[in-house]
């Protein structure tokens, strides 16, 4: 990943929510092929429309991090969440499929006034 599609990835949002986030470069990227790092942009992307639409936070996190041989990008908002059961939105199975597509995995927790979480985990 490069900084240059994280910026790309949270420009559009424009409603003053904090979005911090560690050196994107922390994941290898250099060996990604363009269709990883596609499906990483829309992955994300898809979080910030949820975030923005749904979530209203305040502030997100995002971590961008290898564990044991793998990357990992932990997504965190601050906000209003939602039951599990009461989300059924396209996006994150979007999301879901995406990852999966590059053998990846995608897990998320929410519960009502406790914002989301997520983690994409994948290989390069």
Do not use: C, P, W
């Not at 942009?41 to 502030?59: C, D, G, I, Q, T």
């Not at 990357?71 to 059924?88: F, L």
């Not at 009502?112 to 985990?121: E, V």
């Amino acid at each position: 990943m490069t900084n240059e599609l994280l910026k790309r990835t949270i420009v559009h949002n424009k409603q003053g929510t904090k979005v911090i986030t560690n050196d994107v470069n922390t994941i290898n990227s250099s060996k990604a092929s363009d269709h990883v790092k596609l499906v990483i942009y829309r992955s994300l992307h898809e979080l910030m429309v949820n975030m923005k639409k749904h979530s209203h936070a305040k502030a997100v996190s995002i971590i961008f991090q290898t564990v044991k041989g793998q990357n990992e990008i932990r997504y965190v908002d601050d906000g209003v969440g939602a039951s599990i059961s009461s989300i059924k939105t396209n996006g994150l199975q979007n999301v879901e499929s995406r990852i999966k597509n590059i053998g990846g995995t995608f897990s998320f927790d929410t519960s009502n006034g406790n914002g989301f979480k997520a983690i994409l985990k994948f290989k390069i």
